[in-house]
Structure formats: structure tokens, C-alpha cells
């Protein structure tokens, strides 16, 4: 209960002031507990152009749980996995290093950055991370054609 | 390697290791556990390593309960956040929950400075507030640790409050960084407090206990302990206290933990517990012992001046060997000792004594609690058998001044008196520190009226 208090203020100030490039609606106006986000590509990276829908879970505990971020079009991104779930691997979304006060936003502008600029070091699709630190132009070219078939 | 360091070889290590490895903390079970005898943690390491059973065993004697948190990584801030409330319910003033919301409230402005917006702490805060008013509510009916223990194994209700402490923890740290600095070589309060403290998942480690103590107990005037319980040397568990920065204003209660590598859980000395799970029976003493007995520490020949007759007997009473009446008999209740008194004005009769002592043996109260007291009363009872029989140097009743000196002669007649306090006063001609004195004279006509001065002064009469 207290758990949708904050989702409601959170959803309020979201609508407010969204962070860049982002549009947010509710999946289905009768659960405050799953957000539909669509996130603009981020300017000078392989991805500008592309529109990408990534479906945001709030756990019922939240914000004692971290939300769960699922891109829902197809991304080429070493921190993407390449499967149905489409999950980003972010430090700040992990059970235990999740922060109550953190805010949804705030997680949002993180994607959006770890978009522009992939962090191979965390990568969770190992194969992507190789090209993008060996053979970056490979790795751009693959990510650009998939934002043009995907993300439109 | 630390084990290479200490001399043991890899087998002794792998066997302690081993030891170590085998204590799991709770991670089933509730969040906060009942209140318990701490001998089950003396049981528990009945088969570890001596250290630990020597630590341990001493443990009940100073730490006679223990609480048991869950061992789900949050254990120290929860066994703290609990032990904050449980301090302000021992300390039982209604108007110390109002003071502690108003002064948290105030803290608000350093959270704000520390970038947390208001309207996600709010939240957290709000869940603290709403427990120190239920608790300020519940301390009248009696229910208020019922209601603490409640709100600790909600879940959602405990992270709230577990999340405003730490909030509250960091936006002080951060506030204060001059002071926590130098405790985090290597990297920020900023980075230290967003990495180690306010994750879920971020159990509570020194540096955030002492600053959690600077902002939430030592303003509130609780103090806070931690015994580690490790394999050092020694027969007891390390104590650590945190001094309560405000040292000038007295303490309303303690917080003490008991750590054990990597898990917290609460105990409790007996004066933390409240008075309804103890027995402590300290009318039960008896014989030499009474001029050690506490009592006697805490201004009893003051509270023995007031008693009417009582001025002067004080003093007197150690010298006398063997006297059995301490003050204890004289604080135990009386109706255990009224049959008695119905049937024996024979051996009144019969004896020196003005004031109407009742033999002990049914001065005190029968405990079905202490056998050990039981089975030395009855030593007692045959020891002063014989008195009955008339003896008067080994008589039940005290003895008197002059009953000790040449040519001492039991009286042998009672002069009635009208009252209690006049009877056992020194300006009764028959008390033996009145300057004239005159012994009581007995007649067989007055016994009915001595029986009912009987009653009436033997609360007094063990100390004639």
C-alpha cells in the first residue's frame, strides 16, 4: 500500500518532468506497477533515430526491491541481453546495492546513458563486448542496422 | 595469511574454520525474536572451542536475556532501530516519543542538504513517526512492546524504518564529513555512504554504527554497547561502548548488542528487563549475612529512624552475634506470621521480651522458588527448637543490652501499654534505653490485652 504511494509520486513527478528523450505511460492504466517507456535514441551513438520501448516492473515491494528493466525492441548493446527478456545489467538495479531513496528517473536517465556509451567491462553479452572494444566500426555498423530494422 | 601469523597449523585452522562456519544465523524465523533467557546461547556453544564456551558461559551472568534478529544482512540496523524504541518504551514518559519526532523533524534540513528530496524520504519518515505515536498511545495500556515487536516483523513496515535511519545516518555523515573522514581512508563520506550504507543490502559496519549513535541515540540520551563475542583471549566477550557525546545529561536507557562475526542480536542486563519476567526475592536473607545484604547500602538506618522506637536500634544490631533478625525479616509481611502469634502467649509469657517477636521460622514467606532458602529455614527452625522449651540465651527474640550483662534477670511481668509506638519507643519506662528503666511485670490477667498488642506491633517486635 505504502509501496503505491510512492509509485503515485513517483509517477506524478515523472509526467512533470521526464527525463530526456523519454515518453512515459502506464502498460495498463489499472496497474501503477508497470511502466511502458519509450526512450529516443541517444544522439551521437549508433542508436539515434531508433525508438526504444523498454517496460519498467515496479515489485510490490518497491522501493525496498529495485525495479526491473526490460527492453522490449531488439537492441545491439554489450549490456542488452540479446534474448525475449531484453534486460540492461546495471549495478544501481541489483537486489542488494538498490537504494530506497533512488528514483525511477533517475534510473532512466542511467539507461539512456549506458545506451550513448556501453560499458564493456559489465557487459552481459560477452560477444558484443569483444567487438566493441576490438573492432568498434563492426560493432556500430551491426547496432545501426539493428536500430533501423527494430527501432522504428 | 592471519592463520600463519597466529602459529596454527592449516588442520587447526580448517577444524575453527569449521566452528566459525557452523554458526548460521537465523534467516528464517521472524525479523525480531521474543525476548529469551540468554543461557540458550550458553547452550548453544556447549561443544565449541573453550574460548567460546568460556564466553558464553559467563555471558548470562552479567546479560541475563537476549533478543534474536534475523540474520538477513540488515540484523545490526534493525537490532539498533528496535533496541532505539525499546529504550523509549523502558523509559516509559509519553512526552520523549513527542520530543523524539520534533527533534527528528528538525534534523530534516540536514537531510535536504544532503540531496535526499522530501518527497522520498517523507515516506520513510513518516513510518518512524506513526511508531513513536502508537507506542507514546500504548505505553499507558501496557502494550507498547507487543505493538514495537509487531511493526519490526512487517516487513514493509521495518524497511521504511530501517531506510529513514539510514537516510538519516548519511545525510549526518555527510553533514559532518570532518568527523567520518578520517575513518574512510581511501574514498569519500559521499562515495562511502551511497556505496555502504543506503544499498538494501548494506549491513551496518563501524563507521555508520558511530554515526547512526552521533544521530539517532546519543541526542536521545540512550548509550549504546557491543559485545564482541570472538576468539580473542579472555573469559568474556569484548565490551565496546559508545560514549554518548551528550555525557553531561543522564542516560534513559541502553542498547546492547551482541556481535558475532557478521550477525547482531540484542541482550539485555536484568535491570533492561521489565520487572514482571524476574524473581528476585531479597527478603530471603538470613543470619551474618544481613549486615552485607544490599538493603543496607541503600540509607536503610535513615528509613530506620523513621520508624517510631527505631532511633537508636540501628546501630546496635550488628554487635549482637547470632541475631538472626535482619532488617529483612522486619520488611517481611506480617500475615504469614499471625497464626503463630495466636498460638504461643505461653512462650511470651514466659520469656523477657516486651516486644512480641515471632520465631522466624514464619517470618518469612514461603517461596516455592527458592528451595535452596527453604531447606536453610528449616536448619533454622530446629536450631531454635530449644528455645521453646524456655533457653532464653538461645532465644528466638533478639537479645536486649542488658540481657548480656551480670546479672541479667529475665523479667518476669509485662505492663500493658496503650499503643504500638508508645510501647516500642524509648520513652516506655520498660525500653531499655530509657534512662529509667524498669522492666515490664507480668500478670496472668493481662494476657488477653497482650495478644492484641501482639498483633498489632509485630511488624516491630524483631527489633526490640
Not at chain 1, 10 to 21: H, M, N, R, S, Y
Not at chain 2, 204 to 218: P, Q, R, W, Y
Request: glycine share 6%; net charge negative; charged share 20%.
Amino acid at each position: 500500500m505504502s509501496g503505491n504511494k510512492r509509485i503515485m509520486k513517483e509517477f506524478a513527478d515523472i509526467q512533470k518532468d521526464p527525463p530526456p528523450g523519454c515518453i512515459i505511460k502506464l502498460l495498463n492504466e489499472e496497474d501503477m506497477n508497470v511502466w511502458d517507456v519509450v526512450m529516443d535514441g541517444p544522439a551521437d551513438s549508433p542508436y539515434t533515430g531508433g525508438k526504444f520501448t523498454v517496460q519498467v516492473t515496479l515489485p510490490k515491494e518497491y522501493p525496498f526491491k529495485p525495479p526491473v528493466l526490460s527492453f522490449r525492441t531488439k537492441v545491439y548493446h554489450p549490456n542488452v541481453t540479446n534474448d525475449e527478456r531484453g534486460a540492461m545489467c546495471l549495478g544501481m538495479l541489483k537486489a542488494d546495492e538498490w537504494k530506497p531513496p533512488n528514483k525511477i528517473a533517475e534510473v532512466l536517465r542511467l539507461v539512456r546513458a549506458v545506451l550513448a556509451a556501453p560499458q564493456p567491462d559489465d557487459a552481459v553479452e560477452s560477444g558484443i563486448a569483444e567487438q566493441f572494444k576490438n573492432d568498434n566500426k563492426s560493432y556500430e555498423k551491426v547496432a545501426k542496422e539493428w536500430t533501423a530494422k527494430y527501432a522504428k | 595469511m592471519a592463520h600463519q601469523a597466529s602459529g596454527m597449523s592449516d588442520d587447526d585452522m580448517a577444524a575453527l574454520q569449521k566452528l566459525s562456519d557452523d554458526f548460521q544465523p537465523e534467516i528464517s524465523g521472524p525479523l525480531v525474536g521474543q525476548r529469551e533467557p540468554s543461557t540458550a546461547i550458553t547452550a548453544e556453544y556447549a561443544s565449541a572451542d573453550p574460548v567460546f564456551q568460556a564466553k558464553t558461559a559467563s555471558l548470562p551472568q552479567k546479560y541475563s536475556h537476549y533478543r534474536k534478529m534475523r540474520g538477513d544482512g540488515k540484523c545490526g540496523w534493525r537490532a539498533i532501530a528496535f533496541g532505539y524504541f525499546e529504550a523509549l518504551i523502558h523509559f516509559g514518559n509519553e512526552n520523549k516519543f513527542v520530543e523524539e519526532e520534533a527533534r527528528l523533524r528538525s534534523l530534516h534540513n540536514v537531510v535536504n542538504n544532503a540531496g535526499y528530496s522530501p518527497y522520498l524520504y517523507e515516506d520513510f519518515a513518516d513510518a518512524v513517526f506513526d511508531i513513536l505515536r502508537k507506542l507514546s498511545v500504548s505505553l499507558q495500556i501496557g502494550n507498547a512492546e507487543e505493538l514495537l515487536l509487531e511493526s519490526f516483523n512487517d516487513e514493509t513496515e521495518q524497511n521504511y524504518v530501517i531506510t529513514y535511519f539510514k537516510t538519516l545516518t548519511c545525510s549526518w555523515m555527510k553533514a559532518r564529513e570532518g568527523d567520518y573522514a578520517p575513518w574512510l581512508p581511501g574514498q569519500s563520506v559521499t562515495a562511502f555512504v551511497d556505496s555502504q550504507v543506503m544499498p538494501i543490502g548494506s549491513e551496518i559496519e563501524n563507521v555508520s554504527m558511530s554515526a547512526l549513535k552521533d544521530v539517532l541515540l546519543s541526542p536521545a540520551s540512550i548509550q549504546l554497547e557491543v559485545l564482541y563475542l570472538d576468539r580473542t583471549d579472555g573469559v568474556e566477550p569484548n565490551m565496546h561502548r559508545f560514549d554518548p557525546q551528550n555525557s553531561a545529561h543522564p542516560i534513559i536507557g541502553s542498547i546492547r548488542l551482541l556481535y558475532r562475526p557478521g550477525h547482531y542480536d540484542i541482550v539485555y542486563k536484568t535491570e533492561d528487563v521489565p520487572q514482571s519476567t524476574t524473581s528476585v526475592q531479597t527478603y530471603l536473607q538470613y543470619h551474618n549475612e544481613t549486615h552485607n545484604e544490599p538493603v543496607m547500602d541503600l540509607g536503610m538506618s535513615d528509613f530506620m529512624t523513621m520508624i517510631p522506637g527505631m532511633s537508636y536500634a540501628g546501630p546496635q544490631q550488628s554487635w549482637l552475634p547470632g541475631a538472626g533478625y535482619g532488617y529483612s525479616d522486619y520488611l517481611a509481611s506480617p500475615p504469614a506470621s499471625m497464626p503463630a502469634l495466636v498460638e504461643s502467649p505461653e512462650l511470651q509469657s514466659r520469656t523477657q521480651s516486651m516486644y512480641i517477636p515471632t520465631p522466624r521460622t514464619q517470618m518469612v514467606p514461603p517461596s516455592d522458588e527458592m528451595p535452596q532458602d527453604m531447606d536453610i529455614r528449616s536448619d533454622h527452625h530446629e536450631e531454635t527448637q530449644p528455645h521453646f522449651s524456655g533457653q532464653s540465651q538461645t532465644s528466638p527474640f533478639r537479645s536486649s543490652y542488658y540481657q548480656f550483662e551480670p546479672g541479667f534477670v529475665s523479667a518476669t511481668s509485662h505492663v500493658p501499654f496503650k499503643t504500638a509506638i508508645f510501647k516500642n519507643s524509648h520513652f516506655n519506662t520498660a525500653h531499655f534505653l530509657n534512662p529509667d528503666f524498669q522492666p515490664e511485670e507480668w500478670r496472668p490477667e493481662d494476657e488477653p490485652m497482650l495478644m492484641t498488642n501482639h498483633s498489632k506491633g509485630g511488624r516491630h517486635n524483631s527489633f526490640g
